[in-house]
């Protein structure tokens, strides 16, 4: 089966723009969740969605928002960025319930200028 | 005080050193994630662990309920275990708060 994939892998913005990444889980996996990380605040939450539906949510301001489609295809967006979005953002696949294992994709890094 | 903690920030080993590394969590939890991430960010999941011991390998992983923590062991350490080595626990179900990881270096 193939893994997790992101893209894009890269992606330089600038200040007040807005991007979106996306994300296709493993085959069968229908919960995705994206995580954020920087080296000052390591690795965080952002949120989850399971059939299509936003299942959970971590502490990020509403400017981070995502959807996930029919086919479990996931995508983030950021609207309105700013310097301290710079970041490595990952997402991972699991089945359906959250005492699974999770399967990581490589994950976009995301440069504001 | 962070609700995962773990322990050391960094370390370094020489090949063929046994390894571990600790987590200790404030909350209550239903699982509990041990996540390497290589330089360039590629993670991978190595363990899933709600109760006991797990083996994968050279890989250990304990976990104590009762008394909230974890540990991951590496035996017969390599240079390609060099990573990142993360802890993440779940708990309220749905929620995933991670350590702020352990820098490992295994030097030939």
């Known amino acids: 089966k193939a893994g997790v994939t992101q893209t894009p892998r890269y992606l330089i913005k600038t200040r007040g723009q807005q991007v979106t990444l996306s994300c296709s889980p493993i085959s069968g996996h229908r919960s995705v969740s994206w995580y954020q990380q920087t080296p000052g605040q390591g690795l965080q939450f952002l949120f989850e969605y399971f059939s299509e539906t936003q299942r959970n949510k971590g502490n990020f301001p509403g400017r981070f928002s995502g959807r996930q489609f029919s086919n479990s295809r996931s995508e983030m967006n950021v609207s309105t960025l700013e310097l301290g979005d710079s970041a490595l953002y990952l997402c991972?696949?699991?089945?359906?319930?959250?005492?699974?294992?999770?399967?990581f994709g490589p994950g976009t890094r995301l440069l504001v200028l | 005080k962070n609700e995962v903690e773990q322990s050391p920030q960094n370390l370094t080993a020489q090949e063929g050193e046994f390894i571990t590394i600790n987590c200790s969590y404030s909350v209550g939890i239903s699982a509990l994630h041990w996540l390497q991430q290589h330089p360039g960010g590629g993670i991978v999941s190595l363990f899933m662990l709600s109760s006991g011991k797990k083996k994968h390998g050279r890989l250990i992983a304990t976990i104590n309920i009762q008394e909230k923590h974890s540990s991951l062991h590496i035996t017969a350490s390599h240079p390609r275990d060099s990573a990142v080595y993360i802890c993440?626990?779940?708990?309220?179900?749905?929620?995933?708060?991670f350590g702020t990881g352990t820098r490992l270096q295994v030097f030939p």
């Open positions: 991972a696949s699991m089945i359906a319930g959250t005492e699974e294992t999770q399967y």
């Open positions: 993440a626990v779940v708990y309220n179900t749905d929620k995933l708060i």
